[in-house]
């Protein structure tokens, strides 16, 4: 029985490379794979493996006084779905491109968005009004292209560090006085995100705690979410429940489409939002016409 933890924690650490060496130690001895970044923020992982094993990870992991209590998220999936196990030392454990703005304390971010438990973010719709709270999806574009609270305000954003210009633009002037619920996969982008547009000047941001993936744990496809999850490994997409609306277009035949395929041109290289039938297509639209003009 094979299944993928996800976490993170923003926690002030004092020799993110003893950290590391530790952590690697202990994945590899584990036989997991995946993903494991350490900052002096703190952790952020992706793991994959068998579920006995996981269960040790977890238990030995939160044995580091800082790392007590971490929360840890379970998701359908395997080791395979991760080609090696990678444990770095980064300056942040999520790339904004701004690591001096980071402080942390024990308790996370300093300055970021009042956390909202899935159940707390309808009781704030409710009490609030459906058009008074606006979503602000944490992620890229091309995730949000499948999946997304319904009305969510998606950004011009190919990488996470893009965000930290992407609110400045006047745009989003407008929302700085509005409620705003930012949200992301597993809730670890929000943690900076939030306290970037709290700076920023946006006067009333919550972040959505536990991100997607908690959201789907609660409520599935039945609540505001609507379309699938992208994540960043070999599945691509999850759903969050069944009789999942694609709200995607195929950019091959325009169908309705929830997943991607992946471009086999090595220039190109990039996912392509694709119906059940074009996913298996090896190139993107674009790269399709090119190869077809020459
Ligand atoms: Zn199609
Ligand atoms: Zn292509």
């Known amino acids: 029985m094979q299944r993928i933890i996800l976490y993170y924690k923003f926690v002030p650490l004092t020799d993110p490379e003893a950290v590391r060496l530790w952590q690697l130690a202990l994945a590899e001895g584990l036989n997991l794979r995946g993903r494991i970044i ?4 703190g952790i952020n992982g992706t793991l994959g493996g068998d579920m006995k094993d996981l269960k040790r990870y977890i238990k030995l992991t939160r044995t580091h006084s800082a790392f007590k209590g971490m929360v840890f998220k379970w998701s359908d999936g395997k080791r395979a779905d991760f080609p090696k196990l990678n ?11 701004v690591p001096h703005k980071i402080r942390v304390s024990s308790q996370g971010v300093i300055g970021g968005g009042a956390r ?24 890229n574009a091309y995730e ?4 997304k609270f319904k009305g969510a305000v998606v950004g011009s954003v190919d990488h996470t560090r893009d965000f930290v210009k992407e609110i400045k ?49 609660a409520f599935g496809n039945e609540g505001l979410w609507e379309g699938s999850l992208y994540v960043f490994d070999q599945r691509i997409s ?18 309705p489409a929830g997943s991607f395929g992946d471009c086999r041109n090595t220039d190109c290289n ?10 298996g297509k090896q190139y993107c639209a674009d790269c399709s016409l090119l190869k077809a003009t020459t």
Request: some cysteine; hydrophobic content about 35%; overall charge positive.
């Open 38 to 41: 350490i900052a002096e923020h």
């Open 87 to 97: 444990v770095r030392v980064r300056p942040e454990i999520v790339t904004f491109g």
């Open 116 to 139: 909202l438990k899935p159940e707390q973010l309808h009781q704030l719709i409710d009490k609030k009004g459906k058009e008074n709270v606006i979503f602000f999806d944490g992620r």
């Open 144 to 147: 949000a292209a499948i999946g």
């Open 169 to 217: 633009k006047p745009k989003y002037t407008n929302l700085k006085d509005k409620t705003v619920v930012t949200y992301c996969t597993g809730g670890v982008r929000c943690e900076v995100l939030s306290m970037l547009m709290k700076e920023e000047g946006f006067r009333d941001v919550y972040q959505l705690d536990g991100g997607i993936v908690k959201y789907g744990e």
């Open 238 to 255: 999850v759903p969050l429940g069944p009789q999942v609306k694609a709200i995607g277009r195929c950019s091959h035949c325009q169908k």
């Open 270 to 279: 990039r996912l392509f939002i694709a119906c059940e039938v074009c996913a």
